[in-house]
Nanobody
Framework: QVQLVESGGGSVQGGGSLRLSCAASGRTFSSSAMGWFRQAPGKEREFVAA????????????GYADAVKGRFTISRDNAKNTVYLQMNTLKPEDTAVYYC?????????????????WGQGTQVTVSS
């Protein structure tokens, strides 16, 4: 079993920044892909960003949704069993509950149904 605990959400004005953190426990963190999804009121949960396990010589690779590319950065610290989502130039449309997620596999995949473990979510609210 894997436990994921998010932190760092809050309210910010448009153009501002927030950094989300997700602390993982219960499984070999370094061999698991990690990701972030979000869900706005009345909408389906959607992919935001994901990072693979650093199992190759080139380290971990990351992928982003088009809506956040160039503004958000995902990173991981295997020594701390923590994954981060740095969010810059936030927009009101980024308002959502953000969920940390982990896969049993090492590859970062955008499909919702391929992720195995979920945190409880943290609210991000961006005002105009």
């Amino acid at each position: 079993q894997v436990q994921l605990v998010e932190s760092g959400g809050g309210s910010v004005q448009g153009g501002g920044s927030l950094r989300l953190s997700c602390a993982a426990s219960g499984r070999t963190f370094s061999s698991s892909a990690m990701g972030w999804f979000r869900q706005a009121p009345g909408k389906e949960r959607e992919f935001v960003a994901a990072i693979s396990a650093p199992i190759t010589w080139s380290g971990a690779s990351a992928g982003y949704a088009d809506a956040v590319k160039g503004r958000f950065t995902i990173s991981r610290d295997n020594a701390k069993n923590t994954v981060y989502l740095q969010m810059n130039t936030l927009k009101p449309e980024d308002t959502a509950v953000y969920y940390c997620t982990a896969r049993k596999g090492s590859m970062a995949i955008t499909t919702l149904g391929t992720w195995d473990y979920w945190g409880q979510g943290t609210q991000v609210t961006v005002s105009s």
